[in-house]
């Protein structure tokens, strides 16, 4: 069964860093790009970050560059995101996402809450 699970948030002071997983099953995960996308109360779903399935090329939302890295873990089957120096504005919940042969798939969300 296709699975990704998502884990490392929490609640941190504006200036902290999180890092991010995402353990995925039950599909070729080295074969498909990965993606972290959030959503904050009131917003829709936006990208964050991605990542080509070899690791070799990635891209971020403007707001995250120099502060977010996406890497991942092929041997492991993870994806991390590393995020440093938070702000309040990053306090959202964040997903795991992938595009598959026929439709997108999703973890479960964890929350980051970035507040003093």
């Known amino acids: 069964q296709l699975q990704l699970v998502e884990s490392g948030g929490g609640l941190v002071q504006p200036g902290g860093f999180l890092r991010l997983s995402c353990a995925a099953s039950?599909?070729?995960?080295?074969?498909?790009?990965m993606s972290w996308y959030r959503q904050a109360p009131g917003k829709e779903r936006e990208s964050v970050a991605f990542i080509s399935p070899n690791g070799g090329a990635t891209n971020y939302e403007d707001s995250v560059k120099g502060r977010f890295t996406i890497s991942r873990d092929n041997a492991r089957n993870k994806v991390y995101l590393q995020m440093n120096s938070l702000k309040p504005e990053d306090t959202a919940v964040y997903y795991c996402?992938?595009?598959?042969?026929?439709?997108?798939?999703w973890g479960q969300g964890t929350q980051v809450t970035v507040s003093s």
């Open positions: 039950g599909f070729t995960f080295g074969a498909y790009a």
């Open positions: 996402y992938f595009r598959g042969l026929r439709r997108d798939y």
